[in-house]
């Protein structure tokens, strides 16, 4: 049973440029939200996607966007890269008819530094 | 003043030791709680969750959920060096609007043989 995929692992980009990061869930899961998480820092949530719809979001300007797909994979848009969105993108999985408690799981994160 | 507060660590132990990791929180409303372990350069893995007040037991690992202080404890018992990673406390709301995680800043344990 293949967890939580993301890609790519890595990601340089400079001042200004667009990046795009992909996430596959867990099998069996519907809803994918995101992370971003500082060197030192807890993971900062971002935003959730159930039925291809933003459910939730975060404090996080609307240089980011989202998008999930019908078959439950999303991603992460990031526009006008700046020097402070250096940082660990993670995505994380759940089931909407998992129970209350909505566990989520997570990938490995993308590492993405701005120069 | 942030919602979830977690002592930064860094903890460092013998191996064989009991492990005692909190994190105390401000908002009332959160019902859900968890602990994640992440190792250097990796996504955070979930050891355990419990919902309301109360303690539960997982092998070496004991989590504490104390309500009406707001605080929450991981317990790790008979440490081992492959224990050596960052430990945060995630928490979330019932339902809704309060589905999002909100996380800790991360205790760094080492573990010393």
């Known amino acids: 049973d293949a967890g939580v995929t993301q890609s790519p692992t890595h990601l340089i980009k400079t001042r200004g440029q667009q990046v795009t990061l992909r996430c596959s869930p867990k099998?069996?899961?519907?809803?994918v939200s995101w992370y971003q998480q500082a060197l030192g820092q807890g993971p900062q949530f971002i935003f959730q996607?159930?039925?291809?719809?933003?459910?939730q979001r975060g404090n996080f300007p609307d240089r980011f966007s989202g998008h999930q797909f019908p078959n439950y994979s999303s991603e992460l848009n990031v526009n006008a890269l700046l020097l402070g969105d250096s940082a660990l993108y993670l995505c994380?999985?759940?089931?909407?008819?998992?129970?209350?408690?909505?566990?989520?799981?997570f990938g490995p994160g993308t590492r993405l530094t701005v120069l | 003043q942030k919602e979830v507060e977690q002592d930064p660590g860094p903890l460092s132990v013998p191996e064989g030791a009991i492990v005692s990791l909190n994190c105390t929180y401000s908002?009332?409303?959160?019902?859900?709680f968890m602990w994640y372990r992440q190792y250097s350069r990796k996504g955070p893995e979930l050891l355990m969750y419990?919902?309301?007040?109360g303690n539960k037991e997982d092998g070496r690992f004991t989590a504490q959920v104390d309500k009406s202080s707001k605080y929450i404890s991981l317990f790790i018992r008979d440490s081992q060096p492959s224990d050596s990673a960052t430990y945060l406390c995630?928490?979330?709301?019932?339902?809704?609007?309060?589905?999002?995680?909100?996380f800790g800043s991360g205790t760094q344990l080492t573990v010393l043989p």
């Open positions: 099998s069996g899961h519907d809803t």
């Open positions: 419990t919902y309301s007040s």
């Open positions: 996607y159930y039925e291809e719809e933003e459910r």
């Open positions: 994380a999985s759940s089931s909407a008819t998992g129970g209350g408690a909505d566990t989520q799981y």
């Open positions: 995630a928490m979330r709301g019932a339902s809704g609007s309060a589905r999002q995680l909100t």
């Open positions: 908002n009332s409303a959160f019902q859900y």
